[in-house]
Every structure is written in structure tokens, then in C-alpha cells.
């Protein structure tokens, strides 16, 4: 078969990765295109996974060691799609590879030359929460185990001093001197699975995100939960690292919301996982009291409403009907006062506790705009692609042959996620057995 039995991915998260597999297994080729040094996406950053509570890297990490190995996957990580031309059938299409100044083909992932690397900077894994080295791996599992160099942090490039890991490196991987690489490649259709971002919830100045210590996002709380996170699973507090005894979370923040710099959708997971991390904190620790700020409980999903009754019941969650006004520290104790009126029974209220968790908006990727003006694919009002017809053609755009799955298509969870891949790669395939039937 030639080259045009071929399909690009762009984005290696949970919806990239089932589309994928799905085509490499039905003897199709892949390239799967990935901008950060590993696949996985966001699904590797939680701690469990709704409605199954599933630990999510163990169900995650044999699909991306699948995608590594699986013969009919290229995986093209730390790179970028930069140009396409041509039509369904028949795409032309330059990635480029970033330099990881690492050879892939030799490194073992030791992990040596991050042990000796003398700088530690936040690491974007943990949201911040923990240090990586200049030198490093994103996270346990990543996929490729190859180590990257970050180069603006590197003392090398930035002082002309050091070469720690190169000396140590047993395997001989380290090579400065790597430079970026253009790749052509020829495929008959692509698809898209940029997934999201995060709102930045600072905007919302008063709630106090980056100004109070114990402000945090329910990102930063997958982490914080989470056993290899940076405090081994412990939720400790970020002012004192005491363990709080009251906590509460803010539905919609940035979302379902007119205001300025602000977005008019429902992100669509945020009730959902607020309520499964509350239950992960309650089983962390039964005493802790959690408390659910919403304006309405959007729970749609099969088996949803129960998993709520279950985390009010079971679990003593409570919900608090209410979009709170103003978070205000106690400079002493660094505790939380939030302020809200209660829509239940229309009185304004306090509630002090010691760790707010905000939900933010999740937000279309910024490489989406890029994508637009690349692939010719059109995005909606807030930034998500758009389908060419939502009711007909949910996972077609505008562009005959590109096709869109996953989160950068609009808000939706990992279910809803991986059902839309295995479409996008289905119609794909359809693709190819078009031009496959018009050349015989
Ligand atoms: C705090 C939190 C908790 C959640 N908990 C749950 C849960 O328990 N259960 C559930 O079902 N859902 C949950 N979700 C939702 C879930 O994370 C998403 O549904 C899922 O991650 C969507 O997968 P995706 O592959 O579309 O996007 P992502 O996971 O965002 O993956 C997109 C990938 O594309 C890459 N990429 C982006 N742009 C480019 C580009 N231009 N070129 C190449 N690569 C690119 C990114 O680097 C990333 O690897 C949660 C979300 C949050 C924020």
C-alpha cells in the first residue's frame, strides 16, 4: 500500500490516542503528532477518573505504551504541525521536531542525568506544585521515556557553563548541538484532538487565586491528592502544609458567565469532578468537611445524578446552592472566609474554611488559531472547532477529509471523548477506502 494509507493525529491526549489505535489497528498508519515531550494529555494529571473512579494513569498507561510500540504508530512528541496542503486523499504536511538535544534512539530513561542537574524549576506537570530539573522527564510514565532539556533553563545554553548530564550520561544521549527537524510527510485525511486549557481564575480578582496561599485550582488539587503528586498524596495545605479540615469548592469560575475576559459556556465535567474529588478527599480523610458551591448541578451523564446522591449521602458532601461574591484571608490563620448568598433560601452567608478550590473554565487551546489558519478548519465563537453539521456530522469540519475529536471540538468528558475518536477515525478510514477504491 502507498504512502496515502497514512493518518495524522494532532494531539496526543485520551482522544488522539483511542483515535489512533483504532486506525493502527485496523492496519492503517498513524503519525501522531504530540507538542510537549509526551503523550497523555490531561488525563495523565488526575488522580481518579469519574463515573468509575478508576485510577487514571494505571487505565491510561497501557493505551500510551500500546501507541509507542504498536507498529502502524509513528509518534512524532515535542513537535508541531507548521504547514499542510492538498485535499482529502492526498495532504502534504510539515511537522517540526522540536530538539530535545536527547537521542531518542539512546536514551534509556535512567533518569541519572536528572539526578545531577543542578537547576530545579516548577514543574508544569504539577502545576507548580513540585520542582523539575532543567533536565527531565514530564512525569513517571511518560511516553516516550526519553529525557528533554529545557533550554531556557539550562545552564549551558543560558551561561556556557556545566554539561552535568552529558558527563553522566552512560548511554551517550546528550547532544547540545541537536537542531530542529522538518519532516514531510503524505497522508489522506487528519484529525484534530487539541483538547483544552485551563481559564486563569486570577482574573477573577476577588477570589484571590495566587494572592491567597490556600486559593487553588481543581487541577492543582488532582496533584496535590494524587500519590506521586508533590506531597505523596497528603492535601496539605500550600501556606502551612497542615491538613485542612474544611474545604470548598467554586463551580463556574470564568464560565457560564458574561463578564468581561470571561466565557459564556458550562465547561461540562466541573460538577462531575468536583463532586469526585470530594469524595477522593472524604476518603483521604472521613472527618474533613466539603462543601460545593453551584448555580445548578449539570449531571447529565448515565449513572450521574446517582454518583451526586451517593457523595450526599454516603459521603456527607454538601451543596450550597450559590455563586459566593468574595473570598477574604484571615492573615493570621491564612483561613478562608467565602462570602455568598444563598439562592436556596436568598440570605447572604459566610462560610470559613481552611482550602477553597476553584473550578475553572476550560478553555480551547491556544494552538487552536494557529490550526485554524493551517488546516483551514474552521473554529466556533469561543475558540473550539467547529462541526460542519452538530446534529449529522459531529466529528466533520468545514474541510473535506479533516476531522475533530475530543475536547477541541467542545466541552465533554473522557467517555464522551473516546466514543467521538473512535468516530473521527472511523470516517477517516472512510477516506482511505474511498481513494483506495477510485485507484482500483
Ligand atoms: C480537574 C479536572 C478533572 C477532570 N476529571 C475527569 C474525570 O474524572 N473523568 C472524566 O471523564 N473527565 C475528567 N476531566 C475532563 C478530561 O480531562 C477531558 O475530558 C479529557 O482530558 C479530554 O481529552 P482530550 O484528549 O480531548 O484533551 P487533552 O487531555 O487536553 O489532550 C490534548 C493533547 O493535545 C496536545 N496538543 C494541543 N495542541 C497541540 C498542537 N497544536 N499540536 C500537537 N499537540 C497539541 C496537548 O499537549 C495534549 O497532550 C477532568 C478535567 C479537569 C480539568
Redesign the pocket.
Known sequence: MREKSSVLV????????QASLDLADRGLEVYL????PS?????AQ?D????TMDC?ICILAPKMIECFRHPNIKLLTY???EEVSGSAGNFTVKVLRNPRFVDESKCTGCGTCMQKCPIKVPNEFEMGLGMRRAIYLPFPQAVPRVATIDKDNCLYFQKGVCKICEKFCQANAVDFDKKPEELTINVSAIII????N?FNPSIIGEYGYKQYKNVI???E??RLVNASGPTGGKLLRPSDGKEPNEIAFIQCVGSRSQRKKCFPYCSS??C??AT??SIILKEHKPEVEVYIFYIELRVFGKGFQEFVTRAREEWDVEYIRGRPDEIIEDPKTRDLIVRYEDTLDRKVKELKVGLVVL?PA?IP?D??T??EKILGAELDEHGFFKSKDPLFAPVDTNVPGIFI????QGP??????VAQSSGAAARAAEVIALVASEEN
Open positions: 494532532i494531539g496526543g491526549g485520551i482522544a488522539g490516542i503528532v504530540e507538542k510537549t503523550i497523555g494529555g490531561r488525563m488526575l481518579k477518573t469519574f463515573p487514571s513537535s508541531e504541525v484532538a487539541t483538547g483544552f485551563l485550582t481543581s487541577l488539587l488532582e465535567v466541573c462531575m469532578y469526585k474529588e473550578c476550560l487551546n494552538s487552536n494557529k490550526l475529536c475530543g475536547y477541541s465533554k468528558d473522557i467517555p464522551e471523548s
